[in-house]
């Protein structure tokens, strides 16, 4: 079994995951691929990543990072 160990962006280029961050007071979301993000934050952990993001809707710093699995084949 595979354990995947997502610390950075250039980690979720290395897995084909993205992210999702959704603002708890307004519900406003952002969905963004692996790469998008490593181009933004280069080698930043994700760790420190979601304590500074705020809202682009509201303003408010109280957000909801998750990540995102890429789509099943059919």
């Not at 079994?1 to 979720?12: G, P, Q």
Request: some cysteine.
């Amino acid at each position: 079994m595979s354990t995947k160990h997502v610390r950075t962006a250039f980690d979720l280029v290395r897995f084909k995951l993205g992210i999702s961050v959704k603002c708890r007071a307004c519900g406003h979301l952002l969905t963004m691929a692996g790469h998008e993000l490593a181009h933004e934050i280069g080698q930043l952990p994700l760790r420190e990543l979601e304590p500074r993001l705020k809202c682009s809707a509201c303003g408010i710093k109280d957000v909801e990072m998750k990540l995102l699995h890429p789509p099943s084949p059919r």
